[in-house]
């Protein structure tokens, strides 16, 4: 049905896409796999006609049903895609809150679609949206209907997406890491949906994912990218039983299991030292969201988004929180470092600069700033304040190439923007700017789940490392139980707002008092 022959793509430099083949057949899943910034993204990117004014097509050509859409020395025919894009092709991005219009309530975009390529009428829109919603795992579908994009939580995002996405049945259905932001149990909601959809419709699909054992269950065949190329491509049993090349190897045996890496608080104490004091107190805390924007904080009048929490986190220990999509983590966060005030209950800070390191780095680095702008801003303001030490710029600039490094970075990003990256690399700019300072708390809100597994390795240790370096504590949001498992001494369950369960993490795991947690363990 569709053909990417030999694709080369560049922007103003070399080419980051370089003679990319594949073939897209009706009823099969593709998955294309590598490393963030492989070029996974700026293939399917031109294959939608999406990619950059600034990109050009230096070789190649694509096809769909034999009509040419896009070749090499040629001009994008934006009006030919338009006539593709929704109907016969459709995309879920990567990261929903750059993507979905922060201005406009989310059932009406989801409804422009059926708007602009169907004759059906406002009412009927309406139901149909409403049930796309409720395929994709929403609840509450009137309510999700009604709200903007920042009243929803990441997952919750990423759904409205899918549900866009799917609503008009296309024949290609690019997905560009359509789980990365949703927990287990969604997760396997979402690729049963996927996989329903490719088999009753018999349409194709790219799936691109950095989670391999993602690929393995919903893909037919997979191809392999490295530094903008595919180095290897054929079934999936083939490229995970019998790998021919050796980064395919290495991706594999990079895949987090769970393996308990980081040792417990108890075994990283010195003989005879005490447990740590508390550098963070939570007291019966309840956090609620405004209904309307200028009426004044009233309890009664206000969503409770969490309730009652009760919690310590104590020096140099990780505390992993773990729940479904929209139970109130983030919103617990928040509240935690001061951006959300409308609460009840007590918080106790006995540390100095608590930072947090955002779910959505696209959304929470400033895209006028370079990286090293970025990187050297929480150290002006350190500065500046009354009674610290002053740092000369040359220090700054040190301090950011180091920090660079650290998490992976080469010293050539210290001048790129946020919007030259891959989402991974923003993840580890992010990352990196919330360590610069050296804070005695971070608060990581899903700070993984855009890095591919060789780099999820690399922030584990380096977060690891830092932690006994700096006695740094942690308080770690993840949907990941493996991750969780093999980063955290202790773990909180969180269910509807509430706090359920709570314990260390190795007998949490194995003897789990709740039913909810025992789901969690075993979707994992």
């Not at 057949?25 to 939608?48: F, P, Q, R, Y």
């Not at 493996?482 to 269910?495: L, P, Q």
């Amino acid at each position: 049905m569709i053909r990417v022959e030999n694709l080369s793509v560049a922007f103003d430099g070399p080419e980051v896409v370089k003679n990319v083949t594949l073939e897209f057949h009706d009823g099969e899943i593709l998955g294309v796999v590598g490393e963030s910034g492989s070029g996974k993204s700026v293939t399917a990117l031109t294959l939608m006609g999406l990619v950059a004014d600034n990109a050009r097509v230096t070789s190649g050509r694509i096809l769909f049903d034999g009509q040419v859409l896009l070749e090499a020395g040629k001009p994008r025919d934006r009006g030919l895609y338009r006539r593709y894009q929704g109907e016969k092709m459709s995309m879920v991005f990567q990261e929903p809150m750059t993507s979905l219009n922060p201005t406009q309530r989310v059932g009406l975009q989801v409804d422009e679609v059926l708007r602009l390529h169907t004759s059906l009428s406002p009412r009927e829109r309406k139901e149909k949206v409403l049930e796309s919603f409720r395929a994709a795992g929403l609840s509450e579908e009137e309510r999700i209907y009604a709200s903007y994009p920042h009243q929803l939580s990441g997952g919750m995002r990423q759904r409205v997406m899918i549900a866009m996405a799917v609503i008009l049945h296309p024949r290609l259905i690019v997905a560009d890491e359509p789980t990365t932001a949703l927990d287990v149990t969604v997760q396997n909601q979402i690729i049963r949906l996927l996989k329903s959809i490719n088999e009753k419709e018999n349409n194709a699909m790219l799936f691109i994912t950095h989670d391999l054992n993602l690929a393995k269950r919903i893909c037919g065949r997979i191809a392999v990218m490295k530094d903008g190329c595919v180095v290897e491509q054929g079934t999936a049993e083939q490229i995970f039983l019998h790998p021919r090349q050796e980064y395919t190897r290495r991706l594999i045996q990079a895949v987090p299991g769970r393996v308990k890496k980081n040792r417990s608080l108890e075994e990283r104490r010195e003989p005879g030292e005490s447990l740590g004091e508390p550098v963070a107190e939570v007291r019966n805390l309840s956090v609620y969201y405004r209904e309307s924007g200028n009426s004044l904080f009233d309890r009664k009048k206000h969503r409770c988004v969490v309730q009652n929490a009760d919690f310590e986190i104590r020096q140099g220990e990780s505390l992993g929180l773990v729940g479904e999509s929209g139970c109130g983590k983030t919103s617990l966060a928040k509240a935690i470092l001061g951006m959300n005030r409308d609460v009840e209950g007590k918080i106790l800070h006995h540390t100095l600069r608590p930072q947090m390191i955002f779910q959505d780095p696209y959304s929470s680095l400033n895209p006028a700033g370079t990286v090293g702008w970025l990187l050297m801003e929480p150290l002006r303001a350190q500065s500046a304040r009354e009674g610290a030490r002053p740092m000369t710029k040359e220090d700054m600039k040190e301090a950011a190439y180091q920090m660079l490094r650290r998490v992976g970075l080469e010293d050539s990003y210290f001048h790129r923007k946020p919007s030259q990256l891959s989402g991974g690399q923003r993840q580890r700019v992010s990352i990196a700017q919330a360590l610069i300072t050296k804070p005695g708390l971070i608060v990581a809100d899903e700070p993984l789940s855009a890095l591919d597994v060789t780099i999820q390795a690399q922030i584990m240790e380096l977060m690891q490392g830092l932690q006994q370096e700096l006695g740094l504590s942690y308080l770690f949001i993840s949907h990941d139980i493996n991750v969780v498992y093999r980063m955290c001494d202790r773990i909180m369950v969180m269910r509807q707002g509430k706090i359920i369960e709570i314990g260390d993490t190795e007998e949490v795991f194995r003897e789990p008092r709740e039913e909810y947690t025992r789901q969690l363990l075993a979707e994992s």
